[in-house]
């Protein structure tokens, strides 16, 4: 059973920066392409952020500019970099191991128990 820690939540003022972490015990990390997930109150859960197995990124239009994955195969690891928080990137955080539909991904239905991130104006 593939296990994912995140970790790295908080509370940051409006325009501040967090990274999150994700330590995973995926088999072959290295070749696993991740996201990160987040859900607000009420809402659905939504897909931030993306990594290839080559490091080839992919954001919501969101999180454009503002966010940076990356990943560390060495330590089974993978980063969110979030700057210029804004009050609606509140919410809870996620990292999953996805697969590739056509131009989307998709989870493949392993998640970690999420880090709460809120933003206060």
């Known amino acids: 059973q593939v296990q994912l820690v995140e970790s790295g939540g908080g509370l940051v003022q409006a325009g501040g920066s967090l990274r999150l972490s994700c330590v995973t015990s995926?088999?072959?990390?290295?070749?696993?392409?991740m996201g990160w997930y987040r859900q607000a109150p009420g809402k659905q859960r939504e897909l931030v952020a993306t990594?290839?197995?080559?490091?080839?990124?992919d954001y919501a239009e969101s999180a454009k500019g503002r966010f940076t994955i990356s990943r560390d195969n060495a330590k089974n690891t993978v980063y969110l970099q979030m700057n210029s928080l804004k009050p609606e990137d509140t919410a809870v955080y996620y990292c999953?191991?996805?697969?590739?539909?056509?131009?989307?991904?998709?989870?493949?239905?392993?998640w970690g128990q999420g880090t709460q991130i809120t933003v206060s104006s």
């Open positions: 995926v088999s072959f990390f290295s070749i696993q392409p």
């Open positions: 990594i290839t197995s080559g490091s080839t990124t």
């Open positions: 999953a191991t996805v697969l590739k539909g056509g131009s989307s991904y998709f989870s493949t239905g392993s």
